[in-house]
């Protein structure tokens, strides 16, 4: 099933037009106590005296949103991956396993999840995502079920936003079913000036690096696996953050600033565990962006950093720093993105913790490359059937562990996306694979689906 | 010797080593090694990817025959990785020791016994392999003197007891004594494995302190006249017990009696000279484990040195 990058790439690049939506959409929360019924200033009639203290007065046919909503999906798959499952090559005895490898390669869902991570008895060194311990056996998955509460304080600026996630997986051999509840966000926002894009908000939530995390739920994401370095930039860390946005009206454009102070940054909590700061110390992180909104073009740049010490260690001094720059276009239904990253971590102290044990070592790392997507949405309107994707997606990951010998590999993913209603979305895709230098060529691909239901 | 030394390291991992051949041979694997014509045809050196930077390298390895086609160039193969993208045919090998070393590092004569004199084990010192396509020079210490798990390739250690004692203060004070290397896991009452006097034990060690009683002391023949003249007399090389440590070499008590002097020497002494002795003198309290462990493989065992 192995195809040529070249190849599969002309045969999968088909584009047609419109961005879908959701790849512009900010993190999903109201922007601010706004989303109630507009105020009506008009005075009021004696009547109405006792309303009075209120300063407004409703429309009769106003639609009020209730200060708390209820919202979620549920993400089902099927996914079938060569080989094993692994990107371990058959008769490789160099250890860790993880690390002369990309472990993350064979990602089945939208959480990141791989086919498998089973390195038989070798020793691995907890460089592993999640896995769907399906192996090389095609499988339904019950990828993500997602319940999201809102609170919308309709006397105050605050809004509360808890997201659970209920994972059902099966452990792997000889230790069953095991269902995880995931905290994935819980925080609480404030707008100290109303009528201002400045929030502040503290608790779990997700990360500002970047762009890519703003696609971390199926029901928002355009494809369904995300990117080679989706595991650097997208998980959710507990903190506080800040984030302010002007508006430059005769220039069309706007400017943005989103920083936070976490434990962990950005990594992914099979990397980093997010819950506490090991090392006492916070992460910084910061991105600053531009918009340029025109009629029917649409720019979006830019540049994020991050800085502080890696918290699957405890020694505050070992840093993990993390430079990246964003570029999204949207022209006349044409949507193109973009993420360069570069990443680097210290050596860390004796003892390494991630989300998923203890390992011996916290190995110096470095990693940088990109990735690219092109994505083509056509507005149906045909009864149920809403809007039809294509898209495609080119990366490159260049990486390290010092001492091993530096992997370069890349991955051509191509799908398609159907809108059924408001609440179903069908996605099919394909992963592929390729070991460029540094790693045995292996059998890793995948091919994958999801059907997410929201509410 | 110890080329190696770890600290905070519990686990100690085998990594492959790929030597290149043109047919497989079981009984002699190394019989038919890929030549390199440019270099008077002498073999083409071998290949591994864990590199010495990496916390993960590991003198220890399983030796892995890869059979390439005959008139292979010499240079087609200097990473694991193109081995196994070639899909070559790979047979699995014996556990041997290779240190990696410096180009000016090297013994410019084979190591001697500092007290008896007396040649140890031939270091085999090799100009070239590759690793991730960098050449490095090595030292061969040989095989067939460790044992490990060959599921989990783990290496496994055995304690080197370094003896101490307590001073007046109470604080350890190590002894002038030759440490005294285990032969199987602590209180693990494994006898020595050394057929043909050839330990299959002590290459991977791991330092621990023995605490040893206050009657105990190091045998110094320039301390102990008479002591030597008894062996002497017996024809015995004193220096065979130089730096040993008996239990009973101190007088702390009036009924003591130390065992240097006595007329029965070298039998009247209890000597801590291997592990189930040390651990039957000192007890569970009085060795402690330490975070250093070492590649230390035994070059002088049973009054000779050890061949390769």
Redesign the interface.
């Known amino acids: 099933m192995k195809r040529r990058l070249l190849g599969a790439w002309l045969a999968g690049l088909v584009i047609f037009a419109v961005a879908p939506a959701n790849a512009q959409t900010p993190p999903p929360v109201a922007p601010g106590p706004t989303t109630t019924a507009p105020v009506s200033p008009s005075p009021p009639a004696p009547e109405d005296e006792d309303q009075e203290a209120l300063g407004f007065v409703l429309p009769a046919t106003a639609e009020v949103t209730p200060p708390l909503v209820l919202m979620g999906y549920v993400d089902v798959g099927f996914a079938a991956a060569e080989g094993d499952g692994t990107s371990y090559?058959a008769?490789?005895?160099?250890?860790?396993a993880d690390?002369?490898v990309d472990p993350f390669a064979p990602a089945v869902n939208s959480r990141g999840d791989v086919a498998s991570t089973d390195a038989g008895?070798?020793?691995v060194?907890g460089f592993l995502p999640r896995s769907a311990q399906i192996g090389g056996r095609p499988s339904f998955l019950l990828n993500t079920v997602n319940l999201d509460a809102r609170y919308l304080s309709a006397r105050s600026p605050v809004m509360v936003f808890t997201r659970l996630q209920f994972l059902p997986r099966w452990g792997g051999r000889g230790r069953g079913n095991q269902t995880s509840l995931l905290v994935e966000q819980a925080f609480g926002r404030v707008t100290p000036i109303t009528g201002t894009e400045f929030f502040i908000s503290a608790g779990k939530f997700d990360s500002v690096f970047g762009i890519e995390y703003l696609e971390n739920q199926a029901n928002f994401r355009t494809g369904i696996t995300p990117s080679l370095f989706a595991r650097y930039t997208t998980g959710t860390s507990l903190g506080i953050k800040a984030f302010y946005r002007i508006q430059v009206a005769p220039l069309w454009s706007a400017f943005s600033l989103n920083t936070a102070a976490t434990n962990s940054g950005a990594f992914v909590e099979a990397l980093q565990p997010p819950d506490v700061s090991l090392t006492g110390r916070p992460v910084i992180s910061a991105r600053l962006g531009y918009e340029l909104n025109l009629r029917k073009v649409q720019v979006k740049l830019g540049g994020s950093g991050l800085f502080g010490p890696r918290n699957d260690q405890r020694d505050p001094d070992a840093r993990q720093t993390m430079w990246g720059a964003d570029a999204r276009l949207y022209l006349y239904g044409v949507s193109l993105s973009g993420e360069w990253v570069d990443v680097d971590e210290d050596?860390g102290a004796?003892g390494k913790e991630t989300g998923q044990g203890g390992y011996?070592?916290a190995?110096p790392f470095a990693a940088r490359g990109f990735w690219l997507q092109a994505a083509y949405g056509w507005r149906a309107g045909l009864g149920p059937l809403t809007a039809l994707s294509v898209y495609t997606r080119y990366e490159e990951r260049r990486a390290s562990?010092?001492?091993?010998?530096p992997l370069r590999v890349a991955r051509l993913t191509g799908g398609l996306r159907v809108d059924l209603w408001d609440a179903l979305i069908l996605k099919g895709e394909v992963l592929f694979n390729q070991e460029l230098?540094?790693?045995?060529?292996v059998d890793n691909d995948v091919v994958t689906s999801s059907v997410v239901f929201s509410w | 010797i110890i080329p190696e030394i770890w600290l905070?390291?519990?686990?100690l991992?085998?990594?492959?080593w790929y030597v290149l051949v043109t047919a497989w041979d079981e009984r002699n694997p190394n019989a038919n090694r890929l030549k390199d014509p440019a270099m008077m045809n002498a073999n083409v050196p071998p290949v591994w990817?864990?590199?010495?930077?990496?916390?993960?390298?590991s003198p220890f390895w399983?030796v892995f025959y890869a059979v390439v086609p005959p008139g292979t160039a010499p240079e087609r193969y200097r990473?694991?990785?193109r081995i196994?993208?070639d899909g070559l045919e790979?047979h699995q090998g014996p556990a041997i020791i290779y240190s990696v070393r410096p180009d000016d590092v090297v013994f410019d004569t084979d190591p001697v016994h500092p007290h008896l004199n007396k040649p140890t084990s031939n270091i085999g010192q090799a100009p070239a392999s590759w690793v991730?396509g960098e050449r490095i020079a090595y030292f061969n210490e040989g095989g067939n003197n460790f044992r490990w798990d060959p599921?989990?390739?783990?290496v496994e250690e055995v304690p080197l007891f370094f003896f101490h004692r307590r001073n007046e203060a109470g604080v350890l004070v190590p002894l002038p004594a030759a440490p005294v290397m285990g032969s199987g896991p602590l209180f693990g009452r494994r006898p020595p494995d050394a057929p043909n006097l050839r330990p299959r034990f002590g290459a991977y060690s791991r330092f621990h302190i023995a605490v040893v009683s206050p009657t105990a002391e190091v045998f110094e023949p320039d301390e102990q006249p008479e002591a030597v003249a008894a062996l002497q007399a017996k024809g015995i090389d004193p220096n065979v017990y130089k730096g040993r440590v008996a239990s009973n070499g101190r007088k702390v008590a009036e009924t003591d009696r130390v065992c240097f002097t006595q007329p029965e020497f070298p039998a009247s002494c209890t000597w801590l000279d291997s592990q189930a002795r040390v651990e039957d003198s000192v007890g569970t309290q009085n060795i402690v484990r330490t975070e250093v462990s070492a590649c230390s493989p035994l070059v002088f065992y049973g009054g000779k040195g050890i061949g390769r």
Do not use: M
């Open positions: 090559p008769g490789d005895t160099r250890l860790p690390y002369g008895n070798l020793f060194n050596l004796v011996p070592i190995s562990f010092e001492g091993f010998r230098e540094g790693a045995p060529n | 905070h390291f519990d686990v991992w085998l990594q492959p990817d864990v590199g010495p930077r990496s916390l993960f390298y399983v990473s694991a990785e196994f993208d790979v991730d599921i989990k390739l783990e």
